[in-house]
Structures are given as structure tokens and as C-alpha cells.
């Protein structure tokens, strides 16, 4: 009796549920409305069935269930109505199915007019190409990848040269231009998603899979990855700026060429020496830090890292935010490095200086610490040497203070917040996995028996 | 199809006397049967604790240090796994095939006891290696249950090293277990069925597991050599998943592969794997359905028809599981066509169990109950399955919680509920005593509305977008608050079912002790495995004389005679005699 009630209960829930809920489709942003016409069909159909097939279990369960005396009815089948019932179930499969396929033939035949764009995924950042004014891409090869050369273009291939490089996790896109989306994965399996576009495409090492779009509403959306990559898959977010024509060619002449960044010239460290004089004062003439003046160890750091927090500082990515006081300082004598050049070379002058095994000033659980780093592991690499691949910075024989207080300040919202700083959002995101104060000494305590050295010296050879 | 006499051998082949014979290196399929059922059940629960500890994780994203990113993938990995391939897998053929196809066809033990005995030991020792990743340096892997390649054998997934491996021979040692347990299932039924047990008198248990045998001894090998594959990419080096690639910033030596043709493989065996899964619990469930309410099964031959047709069409739809995966798109048109096709013999068997009760004397037994809360989810997890069959409906709702929600409707609860039925049903045949009656009942409530709730507001959230196998959803400009608190009411109803089967267990341990003794067919069942001269069944099941089988399984209230079922080894009365008449 009881589970009579309840199938009828669930059915009224179930319908309440689904019209009350506040969990529906994203405003769509794309021309795949019909897509979510599908979906919705799809609801109504199964839908009836849904509801039909329960109240009538529950009537048949109320109607029949066992009283004194009742007794079966013997009845082993029904041709007919069998028959009756397949063909209505198989009308009602039809019904989903032909505009269904109808919506996808659509889907795999892209339309001649769409533009091409290149997204390329890898372990857990996003980037993106532009075929440049000769409209082609250049070929690419994961085997030619290297920190010069981050996206794998063949430089011998004259249509590469022009290609524009999109060195950051924000693509923009004109608003309703179809374009033909190319896939390319740099090392394992990803997925393309922005919610509010509706399709979804996988990016597979090995080959160019593809999907196409017209992005029909002006706004910024997310991209998600959402095909399991590994640690870091969850955290593995971008951005798709749609805008008037106008905005986004202004945006793409901005970015460099594949040529212009093959054709810069090597750091000079030697330049680098001479603009750090001013920094010694706080960061030590060695950089070597300074805890008294909240000034981090910089010797040995990562180049690529020092340039883009110098870049994140001027630009007030990082240091603007309430709260960050040294931060704040830090920005003051950023806007001091004149021009990429010099940020360059003063980047390649901190790479080069040692980076002996520092005081340690953290305390913690050493083997608790070495079980957490297993995830920072990662991307910072194993012995904490850093990763430029993962744009991950070196964390070993760096300030063990300076380190708990950026994991703080990940923690807490005074870094990583920044619209435009996708790389400390995404380690605000990772921090969040260390869970108290705890965590953080216990895991800083671990980076500070590490030693980089050997793992730094092999990558050189 | 002619008589056989290989069941009619008097003489045991085999003579068990020592306590070891009998309980332990056992050739009995009884015995054989509780041993899987009770491995499958360990292992089970370990799956369970890893959900509940993954739930904590998505619940109170904040307040548990215990679950960091590498173990949350190393658990949802786990869970999967273990769940599909070494709890339920194991458990309906292992488990449920072994104790249910000799007694049912009127056999004395598996064709190759032997044989049947090292199934289980063997399936003991990948189970062993399973567990034993999780004690290696770097742990188990987190790939993810579908292993894909190349970030289950690269640096950035936990277990690239020693998980994967472990995952991969214990997978493959699985297989080996599986095949051996799998031949005797299907030899037994077609070779080993008593006197007068056509195939199309067979109770639909036996249908269910004996074509789930058949699809698992076809598509394991898919998965098999592909764990071979990738062993061999992860340890010497070779190249069939991988290729030309930059992990880390480094290129490792391979070239070359291909990890679509992997995902191939993978779902060539993973679509079966569901039906394998699933057609043992359709089986089964009609068995359930027609004794309690006391109705022969409606349309018995369609439902043989239907297993069979669900069973050929599992084999061309694997595809749909990689509609996004970058292969051609044109595969969509295809795929999405069979699939939804193979929606209608699935609700004819829908309609059908409908109909079986329709007109019935139903009885709200324990074991009932889960029947019908099976036909509800089934129902549920059924119709979201056109959702996702249907290539344009799939694109936006991949990869999102509506997937997570519609297997776990369709093949996590609704297999689960008719696992927890059957073990209701036939307990008092295997232990010759009834359980508690009140704690079956709460057991049920629990685990039906609480599995509902877990689930259904899990659909609604993928149509939102919420993606899954996210350790965290942190800041997502297009989630509301109202995702994460829907996300701790979800785990606390996961805790809640989680607690359920602890009563469960509960109520079938002290049971063995206190439970009142059962009489030998307590259910009124027709079918063979109540009619032994033994309760619980002995070796050989049959004393001295083999039964004689004269009408099919379901003579249940059949108008004249005198009770309301007639067994199957009860001769065929002029009077009101109908079993043999339709289906002979």
C-alpha cells in the first residue's frame, strides 16, 4: 500500500521538482538553440512515459495488491497488445530520433563562410591560435615544443609565421561569425566546453578533431575542460570574450605573430645585473631575500616567472588588491622595469644566480607535508624545480615564509582574484585543497628538504 | 534441442569430506557462490566508503583534509571500477550465476566444478592485486574507470606509475577468472539442464545471467588486450595508445598511437559491460515479480526475445559513449540510431513487468518492494538513457552531472536494488532461515528514497552545466549558490543510504542465528531451486534422483488448481494443466 502512495508521490515530486528547480540551461549564447529544442522534446516524451508508466504501476500495485481470497488472473500474453505497445514505444523513439539527427546533420557540416580558430589544451592551461592574414594555419609537431617555442610550430613552414599567438587562457571571438573551432591537445585527452555554447568537442593528442559555432550574444564566458586530465582537470578553466568585430580586431592586432616571437632576441643577463643594483636594497645583493623586509628570495627562480609577476604587478593584477600590503609596495618599484626588455633580462640575471639551500623559518609534519605535496608535485615537479611547461614556479630552496604566506593569500582572496590573473586563480583554486594552517606549514616544511639541483641540471642537458 | 545426459550422472564428480573440501577449496557452485557473493560484497563496501569519502569532498568542499585532489580521482576511480567490474559483475555471475543456473536447471553442480572453483580463486587474486594498489608508492591510479590513455600512464595523473599497472593485470586476471566461471555458465545451461527443462521453460533468471555470460565471454576480450596494450605502452615503452606527444614539458618516446582506438576497445567491451550487468538484474527481477505476485510473467516469450535482441544490439552501440570524443562525427548518425533502437525491446521488458503485476495477487514482500522500486529507477534511469543515446541531446548534457546521475540510476541503484531483492528472496533457500522482516523494510525505504534523492537533483545540475569528476567546482561565474548547498544535501542523503546498508548487513549476519527457521519454499515458488529435498541445499543438490521438469516457471495461480502455483517438476494434470500447452 505504502509504495503505492510513494510512486505517486515520487511522480508529483519528480514534476514539482522539475519545474521548480532552480537549475535549468544557461542563457544560451550561441546559434545551437535547436539543440536545446531537442532537449526539451526529449523531456516531454519521456516525460508522458515517465508519468504514464509510474501512476499505472501504482494503480496496478494498489489496485492488485493481495487481499483474502483474491486470486490472480492467468494470463501468460497478449499479442496484441504487445504489439500495440511496441509500435507506439517505437513512434515515440522515432520522434526524438529524426530531429535529433536532423539538428546533428547540421552540426557536422560546417558552414563555408566560418572563420578558423585554434584551441590548443594541455595539462591544465589553455591557449589559442589565429591563422594570421594568410588564413592558414602553419603545422604544428608536440615534439617541437619547447619554452621558446610553447605552441609546437614548425618554423620552417612560411604559412606558420603569421599565425597569431594567443599566450593566455582569454580567447575573443567576433559575435555572430561562424567559426570553425580546431582542437589540438599538447599531451593527454581534454574537452572544450562553454556552457552557454552548448557543444563540446574532446581534444586528443595525435590529432586535429574540430566543431563549429556562431556566437550570437556579446559577454564573457567559461571555458571548463571536461575530459578528466589528470590532477589538475578541475581547475582547468579559460575565458571566451565575445564582442563586436570592431573590439576583437583591435584585440588580435595587439598579439604577437609566431614570427615576432621567434625573432626576439636572447636575454642578456649581464644588462639584467645592472637594472637589479636598484632591488638589492630589499631582495639582498645576491637575492638572497629578506624576511625583515618582507622581501622573498629571488635567486634562482624561474625567468618566465619573474616576468610575468613583474608584468602582473605593473599591470596591478597582483598587489592591487585591499589587503595586500607588500604587494602593494612591490608594484611601486615594478612600474620601475622600463619595458619587456629589461624585465627580460633582469629575469634571466635572477635565473642564473645560486640558489643555496635557505634557513629554514616553517615548522611542520614532514611526512603529513610529503603526502599533500603529492598534488603540487604535479605541476611544481617532484623535487619542487619548477615546471615552465605547467607554468608552475620553483618552490625549493625559495623563501619558506614567503611561500606560507602566499598560500595564504591564495586562501584568502588576496591573490588570484584578479579577473585577469588566470594562473593565481588557478593556484587559489589548488590552495583550497589545503585545508587549514596546518596543511600549509606541514606541506611547506616538506619543500624545504628538497633539493632541485639534480633535476634542474638534467633538464639543462 | 535434444536431451543431454550429462546432468543425469548419479555419482558426484567430485566427493568433498574434510572441512577444507567442503567450505574452502571448494568445488560446490553453492559454495563457490556465497564465496564470490561475499568477496563481492567486501569489495563493495570498500567502494562504498570511497563514494561516501568523495561525497564529503563535493558536500563540504572546505572542511575535510583527508580528501585532496590526487585521492578524490584515485577514489571516484576506485569506486567506478570496483563498483562495475568487481562487485556487480561478480556478483550476478559469480555470485547470483553460480548458485542460481544449476539449482534452477535441475543440475547437480557446474559442468566443470574444477574449473569453477578456480574462477573464484582466481577472481580472489585480482581482487587482491586491486587492493594492493592502493598500498604502492604514488597509490592507485586516478585515469578515471575508463583508464583513457595517455594520462593513465603519464605524470599528472596519480598511479601513472604502479596504480595503473596493478589496475591493468588485475583487470586482466579478472578476465581470466571471469572466463573460466563464464564457460561453465553457459555450458551448464545449454548441456546440463534436467529432464524436461527446454530453453524456453528456463525461469528468466536463468536467461538473464546464461545471455549476460555470453556478452561478457565476447566483449572482455576487448577490454583484456587493451589492458595488455597499455601495459606494454607503460612499461616497455610501445606505442599502441600513444602518440607523438609533450608531457610536462618533456617528449616522451612514443609515436604514433592512437588513444581514440582505445576509447574503441574500451567501449566495445563497456556497453556490454552494462547489459552484462543489467540482464542478470531483468532476469532476476521478473523472477521476483512473478512470484510475489503470484502471476506468471506476462509475455514470457517476448521477454526471451527481448533479452536476446538488448543482448546483439549491445554490441553495435558502443560508440555513443564517444560522441564528443573527437571521433568522426558522421559515427553520430549511426550510433544515436541504434542506440535509440535498442530502447524498444527495453520497454517492451518495462511494460511487461508492468503488466506481470496487472491483475496480480501482489504480495508487498520485502523482496517485492525492491522489485518495484527497480521498475521506478529502471523507468527513470531508462528514459534519461534517450538523452544521452541521442547524439545532438548528448552534446550539452556530456560530461555533466545528467551523465552522472543517469548511470547511476540505470546501472549503480537500479542492479543494486535487485541485488538486495534477490538476496531477500533466495536467502531462506541459502541459509534455510528468514531474516527480519522490519529492518528488510527500513533497509528498503532507505535505500529507495535515498538513492532518489542523491540522484534525480544530480540531472538537473547537469542541465545547469556542472561538470563532472571536478574535485572542487571552486568559483564558476554560471553556479549559484544554490548548486553547493544542493551538493551537501545530496551527500548527507549518499551518508543516509550509505548507513542503510549497514542495517542490511546487519539483518543478514544475525539472521544466520536468530532468524526463524524458513520452511523449504516459503515464497510459494514454482521454480526448481525451492523443490530440493534439502533446506539449505546439500551437495548434489537432488539426492538420489535428478527432477523431471513438465511446465514452464510460471504456472502461478493457474485457474482450477488447487494452490497457486504449480512447480515446474510437478506432472502435467489433465484437469487444469495450461504450462505446457502455450510453452513447450
Not at chain 1, 431 to 457: F, M, Q
Not at chain 2, 290 to 295: L, S, W
Not at chain 2, 329 to 353: E, M, S
Request: aromatic share 14%; glycine share 8%; hydrophobic share 50%.
Amino acid at each position: 500500500m505504502a509504495i503505492a502512495v510513494v510512486l505517486v508521490l515520487l511522480v508529483i515530486g519528480s514534476l514539482i521538482f522539475h519545474f521548480a528547480s532552480p537549475w535549468w540551461f544557461t542563457p544560451i549564447a550561441s546559434n545551437w538553440s535547436t539543440m536545446d529544442d531537442t532537449v526539451i522534446l526529449t523531456f516531454w516524451v519521456t516525460g508522458v512515459v515517465f508519468i504514464a508508466v509510474n501512476l499505472f504501476l501504482a494503480w496496478v500495485v494498489w489496485k492488485y495488491r493481495h487481499r483474502k481470497g483474491h486470486k490472480a488472473k492467468y494470463d501468460p500474453e497478449n499479442k496484441k497488445l504487445e504489439w500495440w505497445l511496441t509500435i507506439v514505444t517505437s513512434i515515440g523513439v522515432a520522434a526524438m530520433l529524426a530531429p535529433g539527427l536532423f539538428v546533428w546533420g547540421k552540426f557536422v557540416n560546417v558552414p563555408e563562410d566560418a572563420a578558423i580558430v585554434e584551441v590548443v589544451g594541455q595539462q591544465w592551461h589553455w591557449n589559442f591560435r589565429f591563422p594570421g592574414d594568410d588564413g592558414e594555419f602553419g603545422h604544428s609537431d608536440a615534439t617541437l615544443i619547447t619554452p621558446e617555442n610553447p605552441f609546437g610550430l614548425d618554423p620552417d613552414d612560411p604559412r606558420g609565421s603569421d599565425d597569431v599567438l594567443v599566450a593566455s587562457p582569454e580567447l575573443r571571438l567576433p559575435v555572430d561569425q561562424p567559426v570553425k573551432v580546431l582542437l589540438r591537445s599538447k599531451d593527454v585527452l581534454h574537452n572544450f566546453t562553454v556552457t552557454q555554447f552548448r557543444v563540446k568537442m574532446d581534444l586528443v593528442p595525435g590529432m586535429i578533431t574540430h566543431m563549429w559555432l556562431t556566437p550570437t550574444v556579446p559577454g564573457s564566458y567559461e571555458i571548463l575542460c571536461e575530459e578528466l586530465c589528470g590532477m589538475g582537470h578541475f581547475a582547468m578553466r579559460g575565458r571566451v570574450v565575445v564582442t563586436p568585430r570592431e573590439e576583437f580586431e583591435t584585440w588580435l592586432a595587439a598579439l604577437p605573430t609566431f614570427g615576432a616571437t621567434q625573432a626576439l632576441a636572447a636575454a642578456d643577463p649581464a644588462a639584467g645585473a645592472g637594472l637589479y643594483a636598484v632591488c638589492t636594497a630589499c631582495h639582498g645583493a645576491s637575492g638572497e631575500g629578506n624576511p625583515a623586509l618582507n622581501a622573498p628570495r629571488l635567486a634562482g627562480q624561474q625567468a618566465w616567472y619573474i616576468r610575468r609577476q613583474l608584468d602582473a604587478f605593473r599591470d596591478g593584477r597582483r598587489g592591487a588588491k585591499e589587503g595586500d600590503v607588500y604587494g602593494a609596495q612591490m608594484r611601486a618599484f615594478a612600474a620601475m622595469v622600463q619595458d619587456d626588455t629589461s624585465a627580460r633580462n633582469l629575469a634571466a640575471h635572477l635565473e642564473g644566480l645560486a640558489a643555496p639551500q635557505p634557513q629554514a623559518t616553517v615548522a611542520g609534519d614532514v611526512d603529513r607535508g610529503r603526502r599533500l605535496y603529492a598534488n603540487c608535485a604535479n605541476c611544481h615537479g617532484h623535487q619542487g624545480e619548477g615546471i615552465w611547461a605547467l607554468n608552475a614556479p620553483r618552490l625549493a630552496h625559495m623563501s619558506d615564509w614567503y611561500l606560507v604566506r602566499q598560500l595564504q593569500n591564495f586562501q584568502h582572496g588576496v591573490r588570484g582574484t584578479d579577473a585577469g590573473d588566470y594562473y593565481g586563480w588557478q593556484m587559489a583554486t589548488f590552495a583550497d585543497a589545503l585545508k587549514d594552517e596546518r596543511s600549509i606549514n606541514d606541506v611547506v616544511a616538506y619543500i624545504n628538504t628538497l633539493d632541485p639541483e639534480p633535476v634542474r641540471t638534467a633538464r639543462k642537458d | 534441442m535434444a536431451y543431454v545426459a550429462i546432468a543425469d550422472r548419479d555419482a558426484p564428480i567430485h566427493d568433498p569430506h574434510t572441512f577444507i573440501e567442503k567450505y574452502i577449496w571448494s568445488q560446490d557452485h553453492k559454495v563457490i557462490a556465497i564465496q564470490y557473493s561475499i568477496v563481492a560484497i567486501f569489495v563493495g563496501l570498500v567502494a562504498l566508503v570511497l563514494s561516501g569519502l568523495m561525497r564529503l569532498q563535493l558536500g563540504f568542499p572546505d572542511s575535510f583534509h583527508f580528501v585532496d585532489p590526487n585521492q578524490y580521482y584515485q577514489f571516484i576511480t576506485m569506486h567506478g571500477m570496483i563498483m562495475v567490474i568487481y562487485l556487480l559483475t561478480a556478483l550476478f555471475l559469480g555470485g547470483f550465476g553460480n548458485f542460481l543456473i544449476p539449482l534452477m536447471c535441475g543440475s547437480r553442480d557446474m559442468v566443470f566444478p574444477y574449473m569453477n572453483m578456480l574462477s573464484f580463486w582466481v577472481y580472489l587474486l585480482a581482487v587482491i592485486v586491486l587492493l594492493a594498489s592502493f598500498f604502492v608508492q604514488g597509490g592507485p591510479t586516478g585515469a578515471g574507470w575508463t583508464l583513457y590513455p595517455p594520462q593513465a600512464v603519464l605524470p599528472g595523473t596519480p598511479g601513472a606509475g604502479l596504480g595503473i599497472i596493478l589496475m591493468l593485470v588485475s583487470l586482466g586476471i579478472f578476465i581470466v577468472a571471469f572466463t573460466m566461471g563464464g564457460l561453465n555458465y553457459v555450458t551448464t545451461v545449454l548441456q546440463a539442464r534436467c529432464r524436461g527443462m527446454t530453453l524456453m521453460r528456463m525461469p528468466l533468471s536463468v536467461w538473464g545471467i546464461f545471455v549476460a555470460t555470453i556478452l561478457g565471454l565476447l566483449a572482455f576480450p576487448a577490454l583484456f588486450v587493451s589492458a595488455i596494450m597499455m601495459t606494454l605502452d607503460g612499461t616497455l615503452g610501445t606505442s599502441f595508445f600513444m602518440p607523438a606527444l609533450s608531457s610536462m614539458g618533456q617528449a616522451p618516446e612514443h609515436d604514433g598511437g592512437s588513444p581514440l582506438l582505445f576509447q574503441h576497445l574500451f567501449w566495445f567491451f563497456g556497453h556490454p559491460e552494462v547489459y552484462i550487468v543489467a540482464l542478470p538484474a531483468f532476469g532476476i527481477v521478473s523472477d521476483l515479480l512473478a512470484t510475489h505476485a503470484r502471476k506468471n510473467i506476462f509475455g514470457y516469450r517476448m521477454m526471451v526475445w527481448a533479452i536476446l535482441a538488448i543482448g546483439g544490439l549491445s554490441f553495435v552501440v558502443w560508440a555513443h559513449h564517444m560522441y564528443v570524443s573527437g571521433m568522426n562525427p558522421y559515427f553520430g548518425f549511426f550510433f544515436a540510431t541504434t542506440t535509440l533502437i535498442i530502447a524498444v525491446p527495453t520497454a517492451i521488458k518495462v511494460y511487461n513487468w508492468v503488466l506481470t503485476l496487472w491483475k496480480g495477487d501482489i504480495h508487498l514482500t520485502v523482496p517485492m518492494l525492491f522489485a518495484i522500486g527497480f521498475i521506478f529507477t529502471f523507468v527513470h534511469g531508462g528514459l534519461t538513457g534517450l538523452f544521452l543515446g541521442n547524439v545532438t541531446v548528448d552534446l550539452p548534457l556530456s560530461d555533466t552531472y545528467f551523465v552522472v546521475g543517469h548511470f547511476h540510476m540505470v546501472m549503480g541503484v537500479s542492479p543494486v536494488l535487485v541485488v538486495f531483492g534477490a538476496i531477500y528472496h533466495w536467502y531462506p533457500k541459502l541459509t534455510g532461515r528468514m531474516w527480519d522482516d522490519r529492518l528488510g523494510r527500513i533497509h528498503f525505504w532507505l535505500t529507495f528514497l535515498g538513492t532518489y534523492a542523491i540522484y534525480l537533483p544530480m540531472h538537473y545540475l547537469g542541465i545547469l552545466g556542472v561538470p563532472r569528476r571536478y574535485y572542487a567546482l571552486g568559483e564558476t561565474e554560471f553556479l549559484p549558490q544554490s548548486v553547493h548547498t544542493v551538493n551537501a544535501a545530496i551527500t548527507i542523503a549518499a551518508l543516509v543510504v550509505a548507513a542503510s546498508v549497514v542495517i542490511f548487513l546487519y539483518n543478514m549476519i544475525v539472521s544466520l542465528w536468530r532468524g526463524e527457521k524458513s520452511p523449504p519454499n516459503p515464497w510459494k515458488a514454482t521454480t526448481l531451486e525451492w523443490q530440493t529435498p534439502d533446506t539449505p541445499a546439500k551437495h548434489g543438490n537432488w539426492g538420489p534422483r535428478l527432477p523431471e521438469v513438465h511446465r514452464w516457471a510460471y504456472d502461478y495461480s493457474v485457474p482450477g488448481a488447487p494452490d497457486d502455483f504449480i512447480p515446474q517438476n510437478v506432472p502435467v494434470d489433465s484437469r487444469y494443466a495450461t504450462g505446457t500447452g502455450h510453452h513447450g
